[in-house]
Nanobody
Framework: QVKLEESGGGTVPAGGSLSLSCTAS????????MGWFRQAPEKEVEFVAAYSFAPSRWYGAGYTVYGDSVKGRFTISGDSARNTIHLTMNNLRPEDTAVYFC???????????????WGQGTQVTVSS
């Protein structure tokens, strides 16, 4: 089983910035990509961002994709040597408050929640 360790969550004032990191215990063997989803209380799981380490039939190496609500504010990057992704979140809003889940090894769609491995989640709280 792949273990995903998230770090960097916390509380930040509106307009501020926060960075999350996620390290996988090993590389995945289905599709070599990782990303982030989030879930606010009583809401559906929402796609945040994803990063593809290696090319596939659908995505090239280094391909990134973002959810509509975070485009222009969040940036995802990857460090293949350390099996790690980073999410830099700028201009944070109270509505960004959620538990952020690291994910790894997607199916054919990086934006869909059908990833094979999920982290335990890290809380991000944006105060007004």
């Amino acid at each position: 089983q792949v273990k995903l360790e998230e770090s960097g969550g916390g509380t930040v004032p509106a307009g501020g910035s926060l960075s999350l990191s996620c390290t996988a215990s090993r590389r995945t063997f289905n599709n070599d990509a990782m990303g982030w989803f989030r879930q606010a209380p009583e809401k559906e799981v929402e796609f945040v961002a994803a990063y593809s380490f290696a090319p596939s039939r659908w995505y090239g190496a280094g391909y990134t994709v973002y959810g509509d609500s975070v485009k222009g504010r969040f940036t995802i990057s990857g460090d293949s040597a350390r099996n790690t992704i980073h999410l830099t979140m700028n201009n944070l809003r109270p509505e960004d408050t959620a538990v952020y889940f690291c994910v790894a090894d997607p199916g054919s769609d990086l934006t869909w929640k059908g990833y094979f491995h999920w982290g335990q989640g890290t809380q991000v709280t944006v105060s007004s």
